[in-house]
């Protein structure tokens, strides 16, 4: 028996470098962006086969699976089984949810010896679906939790930052089905599991995230969070209240009460156009008429589409959306919807933003609107934000191609319009910025910070089920559709995370519980026998409480060895070297720990008989359970 069993039931796993494959470099590739990029391909973990597609090479293995075994756990815990679904899916599956269709460009097609065509599986909402709907007819087989963690595909844009944006990538995705929304055995009950398990997940593998209220779901109130990890190089922004705790993405910030101006200032001269061809952005124009993007009003066309028929018919009333920022602000999709939804009472109504085409055709002069186009647009809602309304001087497009105006005065150019609730009204529907009033703490002002997304929980309501049919009889014998919910959780993403969260100049430094290994045992002299035995011997006694132990028996130089054990991350080194075995002792560091790490840092000397207690403290200080 092994002496102790504090860390796990598996005893730990012993390598040698000399056997496995570990090819670090001195510099990584020219075309590394991100330093979770750059030091994985250095340190030896992944390597690079297509744009946005790498290999997983052992280390990384490692820690993949370190952090699938966390997400194992943690979903088990709350209850969610594990299965595994194809990647290739039948485009018949899309029939009813045309995701086919909306994914776009996103989705990999391919066809196969028949010219039958298949995707390759980007998220898994309609197999699932499929699934469950074969197997479970009634209330009594619900509520029911499925994830998997499988690699998934997406033809990403731009796929960037290594492992951060792959078209290739691990995710575990769950999915839940209920008869209820609250209640024992409700999608509420079933995602509060889901946010605190998301919690556990990323504590434990340490890191430092925040849980931003996201995009508003089909069935009201904050249908959706997303977990960030906070970096400088995330490419999401999360604006935070430091006073009472609220945070959300851009897309979907609150901004608290802001003043508004009235449209009844005096003009501040004469409407003056001016001639302003081939200026691509409201900062050219703006340095072209000598006028900051502060004092410009934006005019953004969206089209809506009514609940009823198709989006040509809009709400009946209401077929265009002109949204009116300041030139320093930007438009923010989701609540320009909101803003239409009041102002046409169409409670299902969505927006996009306009075809070019389609607008142009209706009278809008795309790049130079104005807002008087709700006079002269049939069918056209003016939603100004607060911070755009009021007087003062403003310049605007002058809706005619390469031209726009100067001292655009509100009551003077839209006229009666302005006082027709049914048209015109003040609104938020831009993003918020830093400084702005929080939402929840009056007096406080939202903060910045930058973000990367790496779980994602969403309250998906009845949208698959019936879309894919999904009914089941409930107690009172009625047939209702399904109500569901998805969690997804960026495994390869969450690695590549932890590494721009936790590095130095010399390297990774991996969190205990994630790290490939918790050891590395630094051979000095590897063409002598004795002290080969006495790394071995170690490395046998840490493995069985529990450690893993990576031993470099290469024949390097030590100051290269020093160099690649910094690099790759092991976060606790000891060294194996004639003058600490001398004394009985080897050498103990804990990376980072002292000054001068990069191969200097000599560490302190361990009794052999101290070795595997200094080893457990050190590993329980860095949190291995
Ligand atoms: P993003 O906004 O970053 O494109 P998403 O919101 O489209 O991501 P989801 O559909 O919510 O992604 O997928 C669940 C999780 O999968 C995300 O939270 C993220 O951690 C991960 N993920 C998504 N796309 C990628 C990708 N291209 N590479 C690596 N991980 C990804
Ligand atoms: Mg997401």
Known sequence: MPEQTAFTVRSGDVTRWSQTLIPTLREAPAEAESPSHVLMLRAGYI??????????????????????????????????????LPVLLPTELYAGTKRDVDYGELLFKIHDRKNASYALGPTHEEPITELVKGSVTSYKQLPVNLYQIQTKFRDEARPRSGLLRGREFIMK????????????????????????????????????????????????????????VTCESGEDTILRCPVSGYAANVEKCEIGARP????????????????????????????????????????????????????????????????????????????????????????????????????????????????RTVNSVPGTVLLVDNDASGGGFWASGSDKPDHHVKHFNWRREVGAALDDASKVCVVDVRNAIVGDPSPRSEGAKLEAAKGIEVGHIFKLGTKYSEAMGFEVLLADQQRKPVIMGCYGIGVSRTMAATVEQNHDADGIRWPMPIAPYHVIIT??????????TTAMEIAKKLAAIGLDVLIDDRDERPGVKFKDADLIG?????????????????????????????????????PLADVVSWCAQAARDGGLA
Not at 73 to 82: C, I, R
Not at 266 to 273: A, C, K, V, W
Not at 323 to 342: C, F, Q, T
């Open 47 to 84: 390597r690079k086969l297509g744009a946005g597609i790498y290999d997983y090479l052992p280390l990384a293995t490692r820690v993949l699976s370190k952090v699938s075994n966390i997400v194992r756990q943690e979903m088990n815990a709350a209850g969610a089984s594990e299965l595994l």
């Open 173 to 228: 995705d769950a999915y839940s089905f209920h008869t209820a929304v609250e209640g024992p055995g409700g999608l509420n009950e079933t995602y509060d599991a889901m946010y605190t398990a998301y919690s556990n997940i990323f504590r434990r593998c340490g890191l430092s995230f925040v849980p931003v209220e996201a995009e508003s779901g089909p069935i009201g109130g904050s249908a959706s969070h997303e977990f960030m």
């Open 260 to 371: 508004r101006g009235t449209f009844n200032e005096p003009p501040t001269g004469e409407l003056t156009e001016v001639h302003t061809p081939n200026l691509p952005g409201i900062d050219e124009v703006g340095k072209f008429m000598k006028v900051k993007p502060d004092r410009m009003l934006k005019s953004i066309v969206f089209e809506i589409k009514g609940s009823e028929g198709s989006r040509d018919q809009g709400t009946g009333k209401a077929r265009w959306a002109l949204a009116v920022v300041r030139g320093d602000h930007d438009v923010n999709e989701g609540k320009v919807k909101i803003a239409v939804r009041a102002i046409t009472g169409d409670e299902k109504a969505t927006v996009a933003l306009a075809d070019e085409k389609a607008a142009r055709a209706a009278g809008f002069a795309i790049g130079y609107v104005s807002p």
């Open 523 to 532: 051979l000095l002299r590897v063409d002598e026998e004795g002290p080969k």
């Open 570 to 606: 092991v976060p606790i080194r000891l060294t194996v070297a004639d003058k600490a075995l001398a004394v009985g002792a080897v050498e103990f560091k804990v990376r980072g720990a002292a000054e001068g790490a990069n191969g200097g840092g000599k560490g302190t000397l361990c």
